[in-house]
């Protein structure tokens, strides 16, 4: 009796533990699982955290990876030194830390920025220096239309196409009223968009700007009803975009509009603070695929955050897109000549090289090119927020619209389409 | 300490400070140091109007913002020379500076640091909305994309050569105000602050004078922000926030309102020392506690902030009472 | 009802807004924005209420009120989170709201009392940052919301949605306004608050029991924060760095009441708010319609000097 007691727990205990084993193994790098000890090669990273949010989950992500890729033989047997700055929401600071990175400790690239203002302060910098930004979450203009930084994410102004997209071919959307920060390079601008993407369709669009400090949202949702507008698109970060649908929902608007929203509301903690009253309205364009797709990056992706980060560290849209820009890079430092390695102009060739890297985690290829403007992700998903979770309602699209006609030259110059 | 030894103590670490700083070799020390040099600039309007007047201004980084927004749009609006913007830069802030003084120079004590805090808050929110110019079309000249090129003064166009140039100039702001306290307007405030009504009595034209000290106040806060706008090329709305105002004003006292020393050291702190907790990884929200702690202790037990209290230390150790 | 007569101006100003703002607005649409701005200004008025029913009693402009209100409703909201009955979590943040206001009162207040006004101000200053600073340090920065069962219930007006919680925002303002009142005005307590704040010392030497009336002013005064950040959690935002910084339009609400006439305040707060949300009907002024409440600030001190130097009275 014993003995069978004994066997079936072995037996079980194996299975069990079968998952687990399925699962810790992250590949990274090489794939060597030989420790990197060679002379570190130095990469940058400035993240803002602090009120009014919190971006540090890409550069967080991006940092677990390297961790991984060091202890699987580095580049070439070296480790990646990564060195990784705080801006605070802060232009000075941003400049200080873009200045102690670049001048200071003389890194090779900078990869996983996320940041509201460090790209408007840096992008000059980044250009007279020579040197390439991998980032990952960008939400100004000038992150994407710089010729030294390219990001993962998608940002406001594609994110809102999608969800306009949504709203008129899925939810009968006629007119669009584009609720965005009072902000040039972040609202103006992506909300400009979302109205030539409506004109071009034949249909209306407008824009309520909001301050980001003002305490009233209220009266920029009465300025959406008096729009006229059958259909409101939420393109606000997400503290001021769950003020917004309080207050719409303080008017029982739920049932009377469409409501599409841009990624910031792709949040794990977003269905529970919305309640039931929204349950099965938000129709959110994500910028990267599923947080639970079963693709391989995406597995990975987890396995790498549970190996390597910390438990707290947010598992969100940003950490998946900082562990893309990450791996990328890896990719293309390992493509190098190891001699190069240290060359700051020859990483950025390099990276300004990038062609047609596919991923689960994004809808279409990510490549860089020699141009004044990147945008590679222009593609994604929708989801819907649904029993305090959310599902995919929409599977990989492209966005069109005015805006992306630029980008379809420069990618059918480099065979992409 | 007597003033012809505070005249000498600064112009050695005027000195000190020219030589030795700009080449300190660390890009990002170089950059901290410039921003702490334009608070250095700011702080001293604010801390000679509490000292000398007893007026109180919660608006001066406010003040700045409206200084460095000129500077910007001088810059891209028109070819001139950078210190041709810096001029233009200082008077129309000095000017704004008289416009909000206008209710405030009758009222006394609260209501004129009331005044400079609505002046703060409504600042903030046309900051916020309009942004600052970066090369763009029309009166704001705001552009949605990276911003175009800041054209440095032309023997200064390096960073550590900026720092040095800015350093003469945080210098000639601290001899200015010495200028006006050892003549004639700095007899005046003394009176003024000792009573309004005596004042008056002497035949001293009370509000000239205000207005004068205010204007100053005014002018040192546009120098900072043209400066600030210089140094990084473009400026961000986030920088001059209502509560950075009340921020400024509490460190100043906290330093010290009536020594110049005192004045570096709450541009330092005011500066230096977030950047170096976030060096240390420290929360940032530490530094609110520390500065808040700070700043009622030196209200309640150090009126002279640490500055007063380095004097009261350096007396002892001498052994002698200045 | 002639001191009253002050206030006129600021009736007068919205009642010019509204006309030249929203007048070819039917006022279908107008009406709601009108309600909207009466929501919102009622926010003002209660911030400022708290301000000025404490610098009444005890000469102090406790810029720390916000912070305070923004401490008590975060533990009320990780109360709810952790399971707490809702009643409970209510009453916790404000026994600590008050707790938070005494410490200030009866440890550091009482060393300042004989300086002036704006070195008190800026004490409290200092004070707001350090609870500004606790706050932020122990909640990182989240999504969150507060929510209270008053939200669900609601009752429409021209059009609009009133939640019973907006209701209750502006009943106890004038609730607040009246007791206050009928409290300073009438009570023996009141009485002798007046008299502290007109001159410490001096009530001292008559026999008043300065540290117990003290004590009751900054009590009050603790509790009014505390329900001010209550519904600042719920109907702003639930970030401590965005309530405790209501405290400036707040100040501009008390100001529009000269920082001692409670009626002002809530007049001043109503008209602030309601400028502030019809001006978004005016295609030119809707991007800048948030310094509303600091314009009109400023144009009320500008009035109230009336021509001759503004002496404060505790100057």
Redesign the interface.
């Known amino acids: 009796m014993k003995t069978i007691t004994y066997y079936f727990s072995l037996v079980a205990s194996i299975l069990l533990a079968l998952p687990a084993v399925a699962q810790a193994a992250p590949e990274c790098g090489a794939k060597t699982g030989i420790k990197a000890t060679g002379s570190p090669i130095k990469v940058g990273g400035i993240h803002g955290?602090?009120?009014?949010?919190?971006f540090s989950s890409a550069t967080d992500a991006a940092s677990a990876y390297f961790d991984c890729v060091n202890e699987n033989g580095g580049i070439n047997g070296r480790p990646i030194q990564y060195l990784v700055?705080?801006d605070?929401?802060?232009?000075?600071?941003a400049?200080?830390?873009a200045?102690?990175l670049?001048?200071?400790e003389n890194v090779v690239a900078m990869v996983g920025n996320g940041s509201f203002?460090e790209m408007?302060?840096n992008?000059?910098t980044y250009k007279e220096n020579g040197i390439m930004a991998m980032a990952s979450a960008c939400a100004v203009?000038?992150c994407f239309?710089?010729s030294n930084i390219v990001s993962t994410n998608q940002g406001p102004l594609a994110s809102s196409i999608g969800a306009a997209m949504y709203a008129v071919e899925e939810l009968n959307a006629q007119n669009i009223s584009c609720i965005g920060l009072?902000?040039?390079?972040v609202g103006?601008?992506s909300c400009g968009a979302v109205e030539s993407y409506m004109t071009s369709k034949g249909l209306t669009g407008s824009s309520v700007?909001l301050?980001?400090?003002?305490?009233?949202v209220?009266?920029?949702l009465?300025?959406a009803?008096?729009s006229g507008a059958d259909s409101i698109l939420v393109n606000l970060p997400?503290?001021?975009g769950?003020?917004f649908l309080?207050a719409a929902?303080?008017?029982?608007l739920a049932a009377v509009y469409s409501w599409t929203s841009s990624t910031p509301l792709y949040?794990m903690?977003?269905p529970a603070?919305?309640?039931e009253y929204w349950d099965g309205k938000i129709f959110v364009s994500a910028e990267l695929t599923s947080l639970d797709g079963q693709g391989i990056d995406n597995l990975n992706w987890k396995a790498v955050m549970d190996a390597y980060a910390d438990e707290n560290d947010p598992r969100d849209t940003f950490s998946q897109s900082g562990y893309l820009s990450a791996k990328i890079f890896v990719e293309t430092l390992l493509s190098m000549d190891a001699e190069q390695l240290d060359d700051r102009n020859a990483v950025s060739d390099s990276i300004k090289a990038i062609n047609d890297k596919r991923s689960d985690l994004m809808c279409g290829p990510y490549y860089v090119g020699e141009a004044d403007r990147h945008m590679p992700n222009h593609a994604g998903i929708v989801v819907v927020n649904k029993n305090g979770n959310f599902e995919v309602v929409r599977d990989c699209f492209e966005y069109e619209g005015p805006y992306f006609e630029p980008l379809f030259s420069t990618e059918k110059a480099l065979g992409l389409r | 300490m007597t003033i012809s030894r505070q005249v000498w103590l600064g112009l050695i670490a005027f000195l000190a400070a020219s030589i030795s700083l700009p080449s300190i070799g660390?890009?990002?020390w170089?950059?901290?140091l410039t921003?702490t040099s334009c608070f250095v600039i700011a702080i001293t309007g604010v801390a000679f109007l509490y000292a000398r007047l007893g007026m109180v201004s919660l608006g001066q980084v406010a003040l700045m913002g409206v200084g460095g927004w000129v500077m910007l749009r001088m810059n891209h609006a028109y070819l001139l020379p950078f210190e041709l913007n810096l001029m233009v830069a200082v008077v129309v802030t000095m000017v704004f500076g008289w416009i909000l003084a206008l209710p405030a120079l009758r009222m006394r004590g609260l209501y004129l640091a009331l005044i400079t805090l609505m002046a703060a808050g409504g600042l903030?929110?046309i900051f916020?909305?309009f942004?600052f110019p970066n090369g763009g079309e029309g009166f704001w000249g705001?552009?949605?994309?990276?911003?175009a090129?800041f054209r440095r003064p032309e023997i200064a166009q390096s960073?550590s050569a900026y720092l040095r140039y800015l350093i003469t100039f945080v210098a000639l702001g601290f001899a200015i105000i010495r200028l006006h306290l050892s003549s004639a307007p700095g007899r005046a405030w003394a009176m003024i602050r000792r009573s309004e009504a005596a004042a008056l009595a002497s035949g001293v034209n009370v509000t000239y004078y205000k207005a004068w000290g205010f204007g100053l106040s005014g002018a040192l806060a546009g120098l900072a922000g043209a400066f600030?706008a210089g140094?990084?090329?473009?400026?961000?709305a986030?920088?001059f926030?209502a509560s950075e105002s009340i921020l400024l004003f509490a460190l100043a006292v906290v330093g010290g309102v009536r020594y110049w020393y005192g004045v570096v050291i709450a541009a330092l702190l005011l500066?230096v020392l977030?950047?170096l907790f976030?060096n240390w990884?420290l929360d940032?929200d530490l530094a609110l506690i520390i500065f808040g702690a700070a700043l009622m202790h030196s209200i309640i037990t150090a009126p002279q902030g640490i500055a007063g209290q380095l004097n009261d230390l350096l007396a002892k150790l001498r052994g002698k009472h200045d | 009802m002639k001191r009253f007569l002050p206030l006129l101006w600021l009736v007068l100003a919205a009642l010019a807004v509204f006309i030249l703002v929203a007048g070819k607005t039917p006022f279908r649409?107008s009406g709601?924005?009108l309600v909207?701005?009466l929501?919102?200004g009622a926010?003002y008025s209660l911030g400022g209420i708290g301000l000025v029913v404490l610098y009444r009693a005890t000469g102090v402009l406790n810029l720390a009120n916000g912070a305070i209100g923004a401490l008590g409703v975060m533990v009320a909201w990780q109360l709810g989170h952790w399971g707490v009955a809702p009643s409970l979590t209510w009453l916790a943040a404000l026994v600590l709201a008050t707790m938070v206001s005494l410490i200030f009162g009866r440890l550091i207040a009482p060393g300042l009392a004989h300086r002036d006004p704006v070195v008190k101000t800026v004490a409290t200053l200092g004070y707001a940052l350090v609870v500004l600073g606790i706050t932020?340090f122990i909640w990182?920065?989240?999504?969150?919301?507060f929510?209270l069962p008053t939200?669900q219930m609601?009752a429409i007006i021209l059009d609009?949605?009133f939640?019973v919680t907006r209701m209750i925002v502006i009943g106890t303002a004038i609730f607040i306004v009246i007791v206050i009142w009928l409290y300073l005005d009438r009570t023996r307590v009141g009485l002798q608050m007046r008299s502290l704040a007109n001159d410490r010392q001096l009530a001292a030497l008559i026999g008043i029991r300065i540290v117990r009336v003290e004590t009751i002013a900054w009590g009050i005064s603790g509790v009014i924060a505390g329900f001010t950040g209550l519904m600042?959690g719920d109907l702003?935002?639930l970030?401590?760095?965005?309530i405790t910084f209501?405290v400036i339009?707040s100040i501009a609400a008390a100001i529009c009441g000269k920082l001692e006439s409670l009626v002002g305040v809530l007049v001043g707060g109503f008209t602030m708010?309601i400028i502030?949300?019809l001006l978004?009907?005016s295609p030119t002024l809707?991007?800048i319609?948030?310094v509303a409440p600091f314009v009109i600030a400023a144009i009320a001190l500008f009035l109230m000097q009336g021509g001759r130097p503004l002496v404060f009275a505790r100057d």
């Open positions: 955290n602090a009120a009014p949010g919190d700055e705080n605070q929401w802060n232009p000075e600071l400049a200080q830390a200045a102690k670049i001048e200071d203002v408007s302060v992008a000059p203009s000038e239309e710089s009072a902000i040039p390079s103006n601008w700007l301050n980001p400090a003002a305490p009233d209220n009266s920029g009465l300025e009803v008096a997400a503290g001021l769950i003020a309080g929902q303080e008017q029982d949040d903690s977003v603070a919305l309640g | 660390s890009g990002q170089l950059s901290i921003s903030e929110v916020a909305t942004r705001v552009m949605p994309s990276v911003a090129p960073d600030l140094s990084l090329g473009l400026l961000d986030s920088t926030r500066r977030p950047a976030n990884s940032p | 649409i709601l924005f909207s701005g929501a919102v926010l932020a990182e920065d989240d999504v969150r919301k929510s939200d609601a609009l949605r939640t600042f702003v935002r970030e401590p760095f965005v209501m339009p708010g502030e949300s978004t009907l809707k991007s319609r948030p």
